[in-house]
């Protein structure tokens, strides 16, 4: 079974500074994808960034990067030059490559203080 | 703007009312998922539809009806449901459903169940 633990229900973050949210994962899968999503409060899920776990190189996506220690089982969202736009949650999830299965963490509220 | 619409956006029905969701993408993707979502919770996997046929059905009542009528379109049928089925319904669609690349998500339909 997989495992996503995100343990800051939280966080605050002032405009224009960086920030890191953290997300471990569990799974005795070789081959998985993992993924962050951003949810404002309007609902809709926004792809952000994606890791595979063959990749060798972190995900970056514009003022967004993932941090993904293979070995620590970490693959923490790292945002930089925080925008008050960025206020929302945030979830880590991962899927088996050989599957549809989404599995999510429990999320991260992000708030951007001007 | 997202690339998965639904329609409506909100929808407040009893629970002896027959209503429906929908569903739209033209990405051309292949695999479709409905997802529930109570507030301040990560989404629930509900349905996973794999070139307009059920793949997955995580033991869903059967007061949710899917339906797939082409590559396009996913529907949610909704009868006698109950108060605590009231939540944020998101539909996403994927390339396939092998767990490669992301699930892009729609704005959501919010239910409220009086």
């Known amino acids: 079974a997989q495992k996503i633990t995100q343990t800051q229900p939280g966080m605050f973050v002032q405009e224009k500074e960086a920030v890191t949210l953290d997300c471990t994962y569990d799974?005795?899968?070789?081959?998985?994808?993992l993924f962050w999503y951003k949810q404002p409060s309007s609902g809709e899920m926004i792809f952000l960034i994606y890791?595979?776990?063959?990749?060798?190189q972190n995900a970056t996506e514009g003022r967004y990067s993932l941090n993904f220690q293979k070995a620590r089982k970490s693959a923490n969202l790292v945002i930089s030059a925080s925008q008050l736009g960025d206020s929302a949650m945030y979830f880590c999830?991962?899927?088996?490559?050989?599957?549809?299965?989404?599995?999510f963490g429990e999320g991260t509220q992000l708030t951007v203080n001007p | 703007d997202t690339e998965v619409t639904q329609t409506p956006k909100h929808l407040v029905m009893g629970m002896t009312n027959k209503k429906s969701l929908k569903c739209e993408q033209h990405?051309?993707?292949?695999?479709m998922y409905w997802y529930k979502q109570k507030a301040k919770k990560p989404p629930e996997l509900m349905f996973v539809?794999?070139?307009?046929?059920?793949?997955i059905n995580e033991s869903v009542p059967s007061r949710f009806s899917p339906e797939c009528p082409n590559s396009s379109l996913l529907n949610l049928h909704l009868h006698a449901l109950q108060p605590e089925d009231s939540a944020l319904y998101l539909c996403?669609?994927?390339?396939?459903?092998?767990?490669?690349?992301?699930?892009?998500f729609g704005n959501g339909t919010r239910l409220t169940v009086t």
């Open positions: 996403a669609s994927s390339h396939n459903d092998r767990g490669r690349g992301p699930l892009h």
């Open positions: 799974t005795s899968d070789q081959s998985y994808g």
């Open positions: 890791q595979g776990s063959y990749d060798e």
């Open positions: 999830a991962m899927s088996k490559t050989s599957g549809s299965r989404l599995t």
């Open positions: 990405m051309g993707h292949r695999a």
């Open positions: 539809y794999s070139y307009e046929k059920l793949s």
